[in-house]
């Protein structure tokens, strides 16, 4: 079966980078749309960024520019560079995988989850 499990999470002041990895099994991955999305305290689930199985990529506004995302097809990773740093940056970053492109007419759907890693940026 599908899992995905998440690392790299952290605590770091404003400014820092942090990068995230999700190690995939249980699928083909390279033929797969993979995504990160993060859930603040009090708000609901956004999706950061996206990256579709032919390499083409997405990312919310508020993240453009500091953050890149990545994906190794060999060993089934999937990564996110977070650079310059913000407390409103602080949630919990999941990975996401799904057969067809996560972000699509302006919706973000997928199909599978990991359990998440816990990034806090203090001011």
């Known amino acids: 079966q599908v899992q995905l499990v998440e690392s790299g999470g952290g605590s770091v002041q404003s400014g820092g980078s942090l990068r995230l990895s999700c190690a995939a099994s249980?699928?083909?991955?390279?033929?797969?749309?993979m995504a990160w999305f993060r859930r603040a305290p009090g708000k609901g689930r956004e999706g950061v960024a996206t990256?579709?199985?032919?390499?083409?990529?997405t990312y919310r506004d508020s993240v453009k520019g500091r953050f890149t995302i990545s994906r190794d097809n060999a060993n089934y990773m999937l990564y996110l560079q977070m650079n310059s740093l913000k407390p409103e940056d602080t949630a919990m970053y999941y990975c996401?995988?799904?057969?067809?492109?996560?972000?699509?007419?302006?919706?973000?759907?997928?199909?599978?989850w990991g359990q998440g890693t816990q990034v806090t940026v203090s001011s």
């Open positions: 996401a995988a799904h057969p067809t492109p996560i972000f699509s007419g302006g919706y973000y759907y997928a199909r599978y």
């Open positions: 249980g699928y083909t991955y390279s033929s797969y749309s």
């Open positions: 990256i579709n199985s032919d390499g083409s990529t």
